[in-house]
């Protein structure tokens, strides 16, 4: 089937030609004409097999054929939300319809800038829509039309809570599309709270489980960089993420590593929104291959071909580690988990805190830069206020 074949508005399929597109992939054929019926649709596809176009047309068409008023889309990071919404404006090009895109990070007045103007397609991640609804900047109630992107990860990333509070406010005489790569309880789940019975497209096989390997290594603290040097020089080619327990640390560590030449850097929670994607854009040119990463700070994040997982610090329980040692081994690749766990040091391993591979590990290590010498003086005074290079005069 060409797109030409499909029951699609000519201003629409120049678009589409215009992006490059001829023939519909088995998602888009399937689910294009279900949102022009105005079904409620699951569909269950992996990652690059057209998802946004399927969706982004379907909307389109529903738009300019006045079967809706406008449409919602929401995705799980800034990321997304920006890819999602530059496609959708390629696909729109021919229509004067107006794609706004709203997400954290960033400040919110120029997104209030852009909303006052109006907006027939808005993308949102959950959160920065909700404060905009709360602002009054957006009235969820005029959304007729609405796009879970990826609602596994939306689900992964703890944003149910949000996800009900948003489709609370949604108008009830609503068409839902919840697109996600597995479909499972969680998404059935959502799948009735917001669409009651829903017909469900299910695309290629179900993903296997993922092919991951773990290991464990037993160090002690001075041993724990030494071994991962080791571990990083003999997985060099791979793209790596190491995950530490505190902010302070996962610096702290980007910069050891950095000092003994390995190309690293580090991704954790008190970092700008510019800084985290200056890292992310190393990352993605190839400029590094190694994210020293806390959990906050790499919650959400979609990074492609992991191939090594390293649990610098453990886990703080078992959900947290699948959620870690889990961007490794996607799509059925291979992929390695490796775990350090600490072992007390032996009587005769004992060393000084002031031990050049130790004293940065410490908490409350500052480099020498940050260290203020103490000054002396010939009359430095004793605890009781007294000088102690003056004699005490007799009594009388």
């Known amino acids: 089937m060409k797109f030409k074949d499909m029951e699609i508005r000519p201003d629409t399929l ?27 649709v699951v569909a269950r ?71 006052r103007k109006g907006a027939d397609i808005l993308v949102a991640t959950p959160g920065r829509l909700l404060d905009h609804a709360e602002r009054g900047t957006v009235d969820l109630s ?16 703890g944003f149910r809570d949000e996800m009900d509070r948003i489709m609370d406010q949604i108008s009830r005489e609503r068409t839902v599309l919840l697109l996600s790569a597995t479909v499972d309880e969680a998404i059935l789940g959502a799948a009735s709270r917001y669409m009651g019975e829903p017909h469900i497209v299910e695309i290629g ?14 160090a002690t603290k001075l041993e724990k960089f030494s071994k991962l040097k ?16 505190t902010k302070i640390f996962a610096n702290r560590l980007a910069e050891r590593l950095q000092k003994n030449g390995f190309d690293a850097d580090a991704l954790q929670g008190d970092m700008s929104q510019a800084a985290r994607e200056k890292v992310l854009r190393k990352l993605h040119q190839g400029r590094i291959h190694i994210l020293v990463a806390t ?18 610090d453990q886990a703080r329980d078992d959900d947290t580690h699948l959620h870690r040692v889990g961007r490794t081994g996607r799509m059925g690749s291979e992929g390695m988990a490796v775990t350090f ?29 940050h260290r203020k010498e103490r000054k002396t003086t ?13 004699r005490r005069k007799p009594k009388r």
Not at 14 to 34: C, D, F, N, S, W
């Open 341 to 369: 766990i600490e072992r007390r040091e032996t009587r005769e391993e004992r060393f000084r805190e002031d031990h050049p591979d130790f004293a940065w590990m410490n908490p409350g290590y500052r480099p020498p830069s």
């Open 205 to 218: 096989e179900k993903e296997k489980p993922e092919e991951i390997r773990e290991e464990i290594i037993e």
């Open 142 to 157: 005029e959304f007729d039309i609405v796009v879970l992107d990826e609602a596994d990860r939306m689900l992964d990333m």
């Open 45 to 115: 596809s992996k990652t690059g097999t057209g998802k946004t176009a399927a969706f982004g047309v379907g909307v389109t068409e529903r738009l300019v054929g006045n079967t809706a008023r406008k449409a919602l889309i929401l995705a799980p990071t800034r990321e997304l939300t920006l890819q999602v919404s530059d496609e959708i404006k390629k696909i729109t090009v021919k229509y004067p319809l107006k794609t706004v895109a709203v997400y954290g990070g960033y400040s919110i007045n120029p997104q209030i800038s852009s909303l």
């Open 230 to 245: 080791q571990l990083l020089k003999n997985n060099k080619n791979q793209r790596a993420i190491i995950f530490t327990s």
């Open 378 to 390: 010939g009359n430095s005074r004793n605890k009781r206020g007294k000088s102690r290079d003056k």
């Open 295 to 312: 959990d906050v700070a790499a919650r959400g994040l979609h990074i492609e071909d992991v191939g090594l997982i390293v649990n610098y």
């Open 14 to 40: 120049a678009a589409l030609l215009e992006m490059g597109y001829e023939e519909p992939t088995e998602v888009q054929e399937k689910v294009i004409p279900l949102i022009i019926e105005g079904r409620n």
